[in-house]
């Protein structure tokens, strides 16, 4: 199996918390966080951010929470406790990014993520590193590795909405933006000079009139749609698309 490296640029997504305007239980909130989890993983989003317009510290606790037991390999989960945010992760999909896609056996040449020694072999490994190469596998000996080298999922930071005034690399997803696939070049060459943040904006709109950046890169990802409005975390699927098949 051929694994994916990080982009080149970085690949970025801002999305607002009242995606989750509607999810009030546990069960929904997971269910479109899985969503949202699986698609940035897809397209190797590098870091995902978010801006709190919702202000529910619940909703953002449990966000917190299932992204990070999601990011994590199956055989570290098993040391996370159950907390009220996690209780419903049984419905998360497996994301099957490169450090999730490992046998039992040791085999030679494979990277591994790890924590406190724990790489999901049978033993621990008496070593401080988060990243180990397997260099032989009977008997088995390992190298410590500085990094992972493949891509393995994206960072989560939350921002203030006047936090992407510093962002130089804008491209927002709107209904009355142009036509993405007549300026190919043009996004090309943002990326290659800054890389690219998709902003994705709120479910109630206006996000046009609340920035003062990135008026330039306005693309509409879904022209001529059939239905009267397109959901966050589908804009955020269809645009992801789009540029993954743009930027190569």
Same mark, same amino acid.
């Given at each position: 199996?051929?694994?994916?490296?990080?982009?080149?640029? !970085?690949?970025?997504?801002?999305?607002?918390?009242?995606? &989750?305007?509607?999810?009030?239980? =546990?069960? /929904?909130?997971?269910?479109?966080?899985?969503?949202?989890?699986?698609?940035?993983?897809?397209?190797?989003?590098?870091?995902?951010?978010?801006?709190?317009?919702?202000?529910?510290?619940?909703?953002?606790?449990?966000?917190?929470?299932?992204?990070?037991?999601?990011?994590?390999?199956?055989?570290?989960?098993?040391?996370?406790?159950? @907390?009220?945010? =996690?209780?419903?992760?049984?419905?998360?999909?497996?994301?099957? +990014?490169?450090?999730?896609?490992?046998?039992?056996?040791?085999? !030679?040449?494979?990277?591994?993520?790890?924590?406190?020694?724990?790489?999901?072999?049978?033993?621990?490994?008496?070593?401080?590193?988060?990243?180990?190469?397997? +260099?032989?596998?009977?008997?088995?000996?390992?190298?410590?590795?500085?990094?992972?080298?493949?891509?393995?999922?994206? @960072?989560?930071? &939350?921002?203030?909405?006047?936090?992407?005034?510093? &962002?130089?690399?804008?491209?927002?997803?709107?209904?009355?933006?142009?036509?993405?696939?007549? /300026?190919?070049?043009?996004?090309? /060459?943002?990326?290659?000079?800054?890389? +690219?943040?998709?902003?994705?904006?709120?479910?109630?709109?206006?996000?046009?009139?609340?920035?003062?950046?990135?008026? !330039?890169?306005?693309?509409?990802?879904?022209?001529?749609?059939?239905?009267?409005?397109?959901?966050?975390?589908?804009?955020?699927?269809?645009?992801?698309?789009?540029?993954?098949?743009?930027?190569?």
């Amino acid at each position: 199996m051929i694994f994916p490296f990080p982009r080149r640029k !970085e690949l970025n997504v801002i999305l607002f918390t009242s995606i &989750f305007y509607t999810d009030r239980s =546990l069960t /929904e909130i997971t269910l479109k966080t899985s969503f949202i989890v699986r698609t940035l993983s897809i397209f190797r989003v590098s870091s995902l951010y978010f801006i709190d317009d919702l202000k529910d510290p619940k909703i953002k606790r449990a966000v917190i929470d299932i992204i990070n037991y999601a990011l994590l390999p199956p055989y570290l989960k098993k040391k996370i406790p159950l @907390k009220p945010t =996690l209780k419903k992760v049984g419905l998360l999909n497996p994301i099957n +990014i490169p450090s999730h896609m490992v046998e039992k056996e040791a085999i !030679e040449g494979e990277y591994r993520v790890g924590e406190n020694g724990n790489f999901g072999l049978k033993s621990k490994i008496s070593t401080r590193a988060n990243s180990i190469l397997i +260099i032989n596998s009977n008997p088995l000996k390992v190298k410590p590795y500085d990094f992972f080298p493949y891509y393995n999922g994206f @960072k989560t930071k &939350f921002i203030e909405l006047d936090q992407i005034s510093s &962002f130089d690399n804008i491209i927002i997803g709107s209904r009355s933006g142009k036509n993405p696939f007549e /300026e190919i070049s043009k996004i090309k /060459e943002l990326y290659e000079k800054h890389g +690219i943040t998709l902003l994705i904006g709120p479910p109630q709109g206006g996000v046009l009139k609340n920035i003062n950046v990135g008026k !330039e890169y306005v693309y509409n990802f879904v022209p001529n749609q059939g239905v009267r409005d397109v959901r966050a975390e589908e804009a955020l699927l269809i645009s992801l698309s789009i540029l993954n098949y743009i930027l190569g």
